[in-house]
T-cell receptor, first 115, second 111 residues
Framework: AQTVTQSQPEMSVQEAETVTLSCTYD???????LFWYKQPPSRQMILVIR??????QNATENRFSVNFQKAAKSFSLKISDSQLGDAAMYFC????????????FGQGTRLTINP | DAGVTQSPTHLIKTRGQQVTLRCSPK?????VSWYQQALGQGPQFIFQ???????QRGNFPDRFSGHQFPNYSSELNVNALLLGDSALYLC??????????FGPGTRLTVT
């Protein structure tokens, strides 16, 4: 079974600075997707960024980028120029390429932005 | 375009009772997945419905059941509620094989 591990329960960063959230996963599949979701206090899970395992190029979405290391099964999220609105729980998630494609989530990292 | 909606927003039930949660998918989506998120944890997959059939099920007991209607909306039913069933229940919709979009969730408290 696939597992996702986030080893940082909490992180904090000064506004406008850069922060990196860590995620590792375990799978025997060769094709899959990885995601970072943001969950603010409003509770709604929002997709931040996704990475296809077959793509070597790291995904970027504006201030958000990932460092995908397939061999190491590592998938970190970098947030540049942190803003107060980035404060939230961040979840790393895995989804297989075939089948029902359920999402497997990590335990989450609570990110605090200090003004 | 309305996103994924869930009802009710929150509810309180007594141990042993039964509860039904509802989800309307995003327009154009045909697949609904349900997740349980305990406080301070990541969401756990309950099951997924596509074409009115349960496609895959997570590690949840038979007390958890669901249904998908012809209009793709879905219900999650939980029987014989336990205190441990208290959680945020998230519904996510997708077009089969594509991104999952989440609703705001239903907060269930079992007393």
């Amino acid at each position: 079974a696939q597992t996702v591990t986030q080893s940082q329960p909490e992180m904090s960063v000064q506004e406008a600075e850069t922060v990196t959230l860590s995620c590792t996963y375990d799978t025997s599949e060769s094709d899959y997707y990885l995601f970072w979701y943001k969950q603010p206090p409003s509770r709604q899970m929002i997709l931040v960024i996704r990475q296809e395992a077959y793509k070597q190029q790291n995904a970027t979405e504006n201030r958000f980028s990932v460092n995908f290391q397939k061999a190491a099964k590592s998938f970190s999220l970098k947030i540049s120029d942190s803003q107060l609105g980035d404060a939230a729980m961040y979840f790393c998630a895995y989804r297989g390429f075939q089948g029902a494609q359920k999402l497997v989530f990590g335990q989450g990292t609570r990110l605090t932005i200090n003004p | 375009d309305a996103g994924v909606t869930q009802s009710p927003t929150h509810l309180i039930k007594t141990r042993g009772q039964q509860v039904t949660l509802r989800c309307s998918p995003k327009s154009g989506h045909d697949t609904v997945s349900w997740y349980q998120q305990a406080l301070g944890q990541g969401p756990q997959f309950i099951f997924q419905y596509y074409e009115e059939e349960e496609r895959q099920r997570g590690n949840f007991p038979d007390r958890f059941s669901g249904h998908q209607f012809p209009n793709y909306s879905s219900e999650l039913n939980v029987n014989a509620l336990l205190l441990g069933d208290s959680a945020l229940y998230l519904c996510a919709s997708s077009l089969q094989g594509h991104e999952q979009y989440f609703g705001p969730g239903t907060r269930l408290t079992v007393t």
